[in-house]
T-cell receptor, first 114, second 109 residues
Framework: IAGITQAPTSQILAAGRRMTLRCTQD?????MYWYRQDLGLGLRLIHY???????GKGEVPDGYSVSRANTDDFPLTLASAVPSQTSVYFC?????????????FGEGSRLTVL | GQNIDQPTEMTATEGAIVQINCTYQ??????LFWYQQHAGEAPTFLSY??LDGLEEKGRFSSFLSRSKGYSYLLLKELQMKDSASYLC??????????WGAGTKLIIKP
């Protein structure tokens, strides 16, 4: 693994189903993030984690949950998917402190909820 | 509320120079960032400004005026591979990044 890896890269999902997007990084970054990106809108923060064992809510957390059991992994779960959650999801990581704005992104997970 | 404004789309010619503007209104300021995102790919970091002035990095330069809430990204000697979206983001007082919607740059031969 080099950098940050997301899985799956693409998924079609029936409404009401549960879905977990996986994210793993090997850079030993303290901070990790989940964003969604929709056409015409900026990246919107769903949840974040400043360090292993802690998580926080971003701008659009409803319908999503995260966990950070260790430094490397930061899965995002949709408990019961709805069509408005159709989007491209990006996981990202960064070091802490003054370099926290330099994010390293995964390749994205394109999710379609029908 | 917090707001980042940048043009939706710009067109420029290969070999020319283009300036992409970004204005912001945020709760506090801890730096401004520019990212490049090719279609279907992840954003990648380009530049960081925290003090007023110009930061140059090869063909790309980024300028910041904190008093005006304004930044620009300057791309010189444009190449076809520069066709991408350019995202402006500001780190607010809570050290959270606030993102603009991005500027799609189209390069024509």
């Amino acid at each position: 693994i080099a950098g940050i890896t997301q899985a799956p890269t693409s998924q079609i999902l029936a409404a009401g189903r549960r879905m977990t997007l996986r994210c793993t990084q090997d850079m030993r970054h303290n901070a990790m993030y989940w964003y969604r990106q929709d056409l015409g809108l900026g990246l919107r923060l769903i949840h974040y984690s400043n360090t292993a064992g802690t998580t926080g809510k971003g701008e659009v957390p409803d319908g999503y949950s995260v966990s950070r059991a260790n430094t490397d992994d930061f899965p995002l779960t949709l408990a019961s998917a709805v069509p408005s959650q159709t989007s491209v999801y990006f996981c990202a990581s960064s070091v802490s402190g003054s370099e926290a704005g330099e994010l390293f992104f995964g390749e994205g997970s394109r999710l379609t909820v029908l | 509320g917090q707001n980042i404004d940048q043009p939706t789309e710009m067109t420029a010619t290969e070999g020319a120079i283009v300036q992409i503007n970004c204005t912001y209104q945020t709760s506090g300021f801890n730096g401004l960032f520019w990212y490049q995102q090719h279609a279907g790919e992840a954003p990648t970091f380009l530049s960081y400004n925290v003090l007023d002035g110009l930061e140059e990095k090869g063909r790309f330069s980024s300028f910041l005026s904190r008093s005006k809430g304004y930044s620009y990204l300057l791309l010189k000697e444009l190449q076809m591979k520069d066709s991408a979206s350019y995202l402006c983001a500001v780190m607010d007082s809570n050290y959270q990044l606030i993102w603009g919607a991005g500027t799609k740059l189209i390069i024509k031969p």
